[in-house]
């Protein structure tokens, strides 16, 4: 309603707070349809490896996890996600996070070390070289200098999630921000179907599969599903590489927040501890803690298991979403350079991590 012309005296009514459990009953609907498309993965699955048996077929076993990407992307697609749904549905990041922390119930501590020192060195390269190879190439395409930050953090470390850590850090423009979204959610895409054949063309082991996907794919809801659409062992160790990436989230921002603070073109760091627990995504916390308590015994075995499939509900819930979030045509509406160095930035990089972990598989056994 526009204010009053004739009176310049303040309203004395304030807007009524949206209590918690009416925000918290708008979830429900999106939430519901990310169980019904995730669940109409699950089913379509166990149809055609059924109709397969009882008809002696051989038919392609195509996991639940790319049908319920596919179901998704379907209706983003065409009939669009209605208001009431897109709240839910914006869940997904949390049932992704959840599911990261219970799956840590089926890591002991000692698989996480078993991660390897070789592992963590090829982090290590994979952050350097993203980093600065898509700094060059976002120059030398003559992109607006915080865009190109915000595709660097975004490639190297954890997608979105980076992106929007680095923007408020940078105070990076809006616009910049969704060019990068939309480059790194359309490369998330492709890498979907692109890894796991590539996996499987190079007859990669499970565990060799699992770290590139983890060095290679940005979003971690991407990088969770393209490791399990290969193998449930492949998955466990994509998240364990995946989410030592985004360990590295605060210190990474932190260093391009000072950054462009001395080109005063952002506000200065003033606590830096402070500024990195901010940033630092809690949910890594989580999953460390139930890995050590599933270490010293704190867990049943029926509690583990129990945990488990927990886990894998939660990350039904995420797959569906990685399928309903993502909008092809929205995603061409922001424009061809931004994508084509977030596209180039992103082959030389899995390629090179792909010779990096094929290399290292066969010499060094990972």
Known sequence: ????????????????????????????????????????????????????????LVLPNIEYVLWAILLGLAISNTIGIPTIFRSGVATYEFWLKTGIVLLGARFLLGDVRRLGGLSLGLIVIELALALTFMTYLGRAFKLKPKLVSLLAVGSSICGVSAIIAAQGAIDA???????????????????????????????????????????????????????????????????????????????????????????????????????LWRKFPKFILGFLLISLLSTVGFFAKPQILALGNLSRWAFLLTFAGVGLRTNIKELGKQGIRPFIVGAVGEVVVALITLGLVYGADHWYHL
């Open 1 to 56: 309603m526009a204010p009053s012309a004739v009176s310049n005296v303040a309203p004395t009514t304030q807007p009524k707070a949206v209590f918690f459990p009416k925000r918290l009953f708008g979830l429900v609907p999106g939430i519901l349809l990310l169980a019904v498309v995730g669940y109409a993965g699950k089913f379509i699955e166990h149809f055609i490896a059924s109709y397969g048996k009882a008809h002696h």
């Open 173 to 275: 423009d809006e616009e910049d921000s969704s060019y990068a979204i939309a480059a790194i959610l359309a490369l998330g895409a492709i890498s979907l179907f692109l890894f796991p054949l590539i996996g499987h063309a190079l007859h990669l082991s499970d565990r060799a599969y699992g770290l590139w996907t983890g060095l290679a794919v940005d979003n971690t809801a991407e990088a969770t599903a393209a490791g399990a659409l290969y193998s449930d062992a492949a998955g466990k160790v994509a998240v364990l590489a995946k989410t030592c990436r985004n360990a590295t989230i605060g210190f990474v921002v932190l260093a391009y927040a000072i950054y462009w603070a001395s080109k005063g073109q952002a506000a200065e760091v003033t606590n830096k501890a402070s500024f």
